[in-house]
């Protein structure tokens, strides 16, 4: 005796029916769905997107989506439809006992809409559990000291892996030739940097708050920035000269946050990153790059990072493409990452049981791109792990003396002790 069921030729037909024939059906005539935050209960405005494509519509509680419009409109249990005012929505909603019910304008028709809730930040920052705990980084702060290609990619890379607060710092508007380096394209053209970065961030998470500063970060007043800095914060220095770098890195020592400092060389072919942390005996920025320390004036934008215009008549290349930037910048991130994480005991930290406090990242070391240092390195593609810089003793920042953070503090992540 047989021990499988035989076949219900019945339900074999009605499945064939639907699936197999040629034009609607009962079940196709309903495949439009829409993602809709799991606590929506809203009438009003409906915000978001509408993609005929695949039939879906992506509704969302807040209009910083880049781009995201009103869609729709909510009505509530006793409200009655304005034909007018609803005329030219796609999609009409009503609120009955507290469920949303949606329908879609869809070639003259309107059609049910499936309704599928999801979490936001769950839903957004899925693919990282196990590797950054959204919870943990929600409640992270990084400040970026410059957001060109340096700092937008900062940014950007900060944002997916689930950053919740970013202070934006920098003077510039976006011109046409950044385009070609950085994250913003030409749609931002003309607009401070700060505020199209702002809107990038909030395009990966709407939720982030976003907090913007059009001018340098010296120039910011303790009560505008104190409030974003401490064990939580995460500063980046990625602006055009060390000054700001030097500065930011002294904000660090005086409130437990730690520190970062990205730069690209001559047209790219190779960049240093540094760090700073306080628990480690660790040299600031103006102990380790005093003598190249120069805040007398701002200089030329991208003269120290990709070369002069002299640099620019006698080698090949365009300075700094955006792959090469970019390669360094990502060594950077996976630092800044660490440390962000340093008190998390459940995080397995990346680089800095590797990497010393200084490291240089190589592109290429051919010459005729980076000019006779670029010989220095053995191979291209190299990431040294045996830098020092030395720290003064009688530093007002790092030294012995000085008030930073929390002095003898060990921080959770043991390894990033590399010296």
Known sequence: ?????????????????????????????????????GDYAATGDLVGFVRKGNESIYVFDTDGVRGSTVIGHVLADDEEADADTLANLQVIGRMVDGQLQLQVKDGGALRPVRIKRYDLTDRLLSRNTGLLESDVMLDK???????????????????????????????????????????????????YKVDAVRDRVLNINPHAEVITFRGAIQDMLDDEIMPYLGRDTLIVG??????????????????????????CWTRAYAGEVFYWQ???????????????????????????????????????????????????????????????NRDNPNYTQRVLGYLQQYTWVCNTNATNIGGEMAGIFEHPLQVTHNLQVNKRADCPHCGAGAAHGAEGHEDAGEAAAAE
């Open 141 to 191: 702060t990084v400040v970026l000291v410059g957001v060109g290609s340096v700092g937008s990619y900062y940014a950007m890379q900060m944002a997916r892996s689930g950053v919740g607060r970013f202070v934006l710092i920098d003077t510039d508007t976006l011109e046409i030739h950044n385009v070609c380096r950085h994250q913003c394209g030409f749609d931002d053209l003309g607009r």
């Open 278 to 340: 306080s628990g480690h005996d660790l040299a600031c920025y103006e102990c380790a790059f005093g003598g190249m320390i120069d805040d007398s004036e701002r200089p030329d934008a991208h003269n120290h990072y990709f070369g002069t215009q002299e640099d620019e008549d006698t080698l090949s290349f365009e300075p700094g493409i955006a792959a090469d930037i970019d390669f360094v910048n990502c060594v950077a991130v996976k630092v800044g990452l660490d440390l962000l």
């Open 238 to 263: 990625g602006g055009d000269n060390r000054a700001s770098s030097a500065y930011a890195n002294e904000l660090a020592c005086r409130t437990d946050s730690s520190f970062v400092a990205v730069g």
């Open 1 to 37: 005796m047989s021990v499988f069921a035989t076949p219900d030729q019945s339900l074999i037909d009605s499945f064939l029916a639907n699936f197999g024939a040629q034009g609607m059906t009962a079940l196709k005539d309903t495949d439009w769905k829409a993602y809709v935050p």
